[in-house]
């Protein structure tokens, strides 16, 4: 006799249910490995650096006292994923070149880990989320400012890297986009203001990227990169850069001169400058990698400490 409806659908309903494979440790290890690459091909640890800047002139073009979180974190969103995908093209493009550094020999498309296609397509797709974040909660003129400098370092600075000194010039411009393009973010158009943080940042790309070159000059002559003054560790080149390190100082000092910022953030932005200026004198008596080295480091301070007092320290 066929079993009853109910006491079929009793013993389906109190039957164990399957089994769901769980995930085995090479599939973890892959996953792991999967997200470990992207976060190398987007260099988020540069990229959480580039991202404060513009988190700073977000929260010096707000009012005091009344600063939008959800804005800011929309912008360090939006910032983060434009970032993310010039990184991502700049290691496209230099996949070849990649491989001949031992600095960048690991990154995932040096190393075969991810295909060029992968890479691209998840370029593209933050790229794409990270400009639509921009348009959508900040307007055209922001999302405008990321292109531009999305542009301008994978299509101009990155190629130009193994043509000429020149690139740390062009690169220096979307260096410098940061801060002007959180200032916009947060008031809605141009101004005094986020043209004095624009070129603040711009100044200081020239001894960072320099004694970041001193440092690595070996490294980036294999794979043919020319970003030394000279295109070498000598005298010429040491002396540029100790004279851009003491252009820093009165670009430094301009958001004072014009009523932007209080005489704290003036202190601090000139003893942040003389911690810089000590080593690039001390590199250009010397030419000592060391000293370049501590400029380096120096410089990796100078910025977040400056534009925080900027912050902290307005009329």
Known sequence: MPEKPAKAYLRAASASPPAVPRPTATTLAARTGLLRD???????????????SAGLG??????????DVGGLLLLLLGGTLVTGASNAYNQIWEVNTDALMHRTADRPLARGSMS?????????GAALAGLWTLWAAFGALTAILGLLSLFMY????????????WAVFVGAFPGAFP??????????????APGLLFAGQFMWQ?????????????????AG??????????????FLV??????VIPVGLLPWVFDLVGPVAMVVSVLAAVVMLVPAWQLFRSCDTRHARRLMFASFIYLPVVQLAYVLDRP
Request: a positive charge.
């Open 38 to 52: 992207v976060a190398v091909l987007f260099k988020l640890r540069l990229a959480s650096l580039v991202v404060l």
């Open 58 to 67: 977000y929260a010096m073009g707000s009012p005091a006292g009344a600063l």
């Open 116 to 124: 060029v296609g992968t890479a691209l397509a998840l370029a593209s």
């Open 154 to 165: 994978a299509a101009l600075y990155t190629p130009m890297k193994r043509v000429s000194p």
């Open 179 to 192: 801060p002007m393009l959180g200032h916009v973010a947060a008031t809605g158009h141009f101004g005094l």
């Open 206 to 222: 020239f001894p960072h990227f320099w004694a970041i070159a001193w440092v690595l000059h070996d490294d980036y002559a294999r």
């Open 225 to 238: 990169f020319r970003l030394l003054p000279s295109g070498a560790r000598d005298r010429s080149s040491a």
């Open 242 to 247: 100790l004279l851009y390190t003491l252009f």
